[in-house]
């Protein structure tokens, strides 16, 4: 390849909306944590080495809710309440989560957790409820 000397359209895009096809049987309610397998198809978040967190569902998607697409529309960054999946204070602002479900987060253990951050702590609403930055690959 050599570099280019003219204008050239890279069909570029903001990051803020993304759309990821749906593995086969799957279905994402809007506002689910959004994962994406190792075969790079969506499916709900799990906590799972092989699942990496891609943003919250933007609307439903799935045959399973009465959706037709194959694919998902997705919300690659922001601020969104999750629940927590340990008590959390005031002290966990600013500590990163990880994944449990398409709606619960934990805290993140170094060196075990490393790579599986979703998110960061922004506010602490109650003991099982938190707002988290969302930390997306």
């Given at each position: ?52 967190v891609v943003g ?32 959390a204070k005031q ?25 599986k951050e979703c ?19």
């Amino acid at each position: 390849m050599t570099a280019i000397t003219s204008f050239k359209d890279v069909a570029r895009q903001e990051n803020n909306i993304g759309h990821l096809k749906l593995a086969p049987g799957v279905s994402i309610p809007e506002g689910a944590l959004v994962g994406v397998n190792a075969q790079g198809l969506a499916t709900n978040a799990a906590e799972s080495t092989a699942d990496k967190v891609v943003g919250v569902a933007a609307s439903p998607a799935g045959a399973g809710l009465g959706k037709t697409a194959d694919h998902v529309q997705f919300w690659t960054y922001g601020v969104i309440t999750v629940n927590a999946a340990f008590s959390a204070k005031q002290s966990d602002v600013a500590a990163y989560v990880k994944v449990k479900d398409n709606q619960t987060v934990d805290k993140v253990t170094l060196p075990a957790d490393a790579g599986k951050e979703c998110g960061r702590i922004v506010e602490v609403l109650s003991s099982s409820k938190i707002r988290i930055a969302l930390k997306t690959v």
